[in-house]
């Protein structure tokens, strides 16, 4: 884990992605979130982005996609009940779609 020599360049990347949050897909955004949460680094205004972005587009998400966000804001300690909770009804929907790992 990163812990993390390379803060300023991860802030820096935060701010670009909060600015553009609209044009990543969906695969963008959960890689993104993983990123940040696997090398430890403070984002909370760019995972409310991401939050933001995300939870209207949970159905273009694929299965990894959803379940890599919300380990990210899991490991992260980020609060998005309101993305938590639409990722959690198309899971429901899309259980096949899952595989265990």
Do not use: C, K, S, Y
Request: glycine letters at 6%; proline letters at 2%; zero cysteines.
């Amino acid at each position: 884990t990163a812990r993390v020599a390379a803060e300023t360049l991860f802030q820096a990347i935060a701010g670009a992605a909060v600015n553009r949050i609209g044009d990543f897909n969906p695969q963008d955004m959960a890689n993104t979130a993983w990123a940040f949460a696997t090398a430890r680094v403070a984002a909370e205004t760019l995972f409310q982005a991401i939050a933001g972005a995300a939870v209207n587009r949970v159905g273009d998400f694929n299965a990894q996609g959803m379940a890599n966000t919300v380990w990210a804001f899991a490991t992260a300690r980020v609060a998005a009940e309101t993305l938590f909770q639409a990722i959690a009804g198309a899971a429901v929907n899309r259980i096949g779609d899952f595989n265990p790992q």
